[in-house]
């Protein structure tokens, strides 16, 4: 079986074109969208179904930059192991320490401007994770770019509680 990469004749590496992937994903889809089979017997439908099920999901994990990267480190035998590995590096650590905190006192101080000043902060920061990451993945450092993710993951996380505590004083 072939992998996502192989799927939308794409070389397997992090930098992805985005326009070569979306005009490949069209000629899966075309190939294999249900409507084209609906004459056709049960079994072809169901074929048909189940390719243009993974073409969406090979696309959507080709398309997300954290998805990509986690499923790099799976292909090249890397398990993420996001249950059960939440060890990060004691400076990162801190770093979320002092978010956390500058999340509290914006919310208890009711500060948009705070808040807005950490979104930006967090925006820069996954930016250069991801670039991290990326150039791990480059150099073949998958244990590296897997440390990257997880720690991308909580950056989200974080990202999203910061964007809810944003609505929250917003609305």
Not at 77 to 85: F, P
Not at 130 to 148: R, V
Request: charged share 30%; hydrophobic share 45%.
């Amino acid at each position: 079986m072939q992998n996502h990469f192989e799927l939308f004749h794409l070389p397997q590496q992090y930098a992805v074109d985005l326009k070569a992937l979306d005009q490949a994903y069209r000629e899966v889809q075309n190939q294999v969208h249900p409507d084209k089979f609906a004459r056709s017997p049960d079994a072809e439908k169901r074929v048909a179904m189940q390719w243009a099920t993974r073409a969406n999901e090979a696309y959507q994990t080709l398309r997300s930059p954290m998805r990509r990267a986690t499923y790099l480190c799976e292909l090249n035998g890397v398990d993420l192991e996001t249950e059960s590995n939440t060890a990060m590096a004691p400076a990162f650590l801190m770093q979320q320490m002092e978010w956390r905190e500058a999340l509290d006192d914006a919310r208890a101080a009711k500060d948009v401007n705070a808040l807005a000043a950490l979104d930006a902060e967090l925006a820069d920061t996954r930016r250069a994770q991801l670039d991290d990451i990326g150039g791990a993945l480059d150099a073949q450092q998958y244990d590296k770019a897997a440390l990257g993710v997880r720690q991308l993951m909580f950056l989200e996380k974080f990202g999203d509680e910061v964007a809810a505590a944003f609505d929250r004083m917003t609305d």
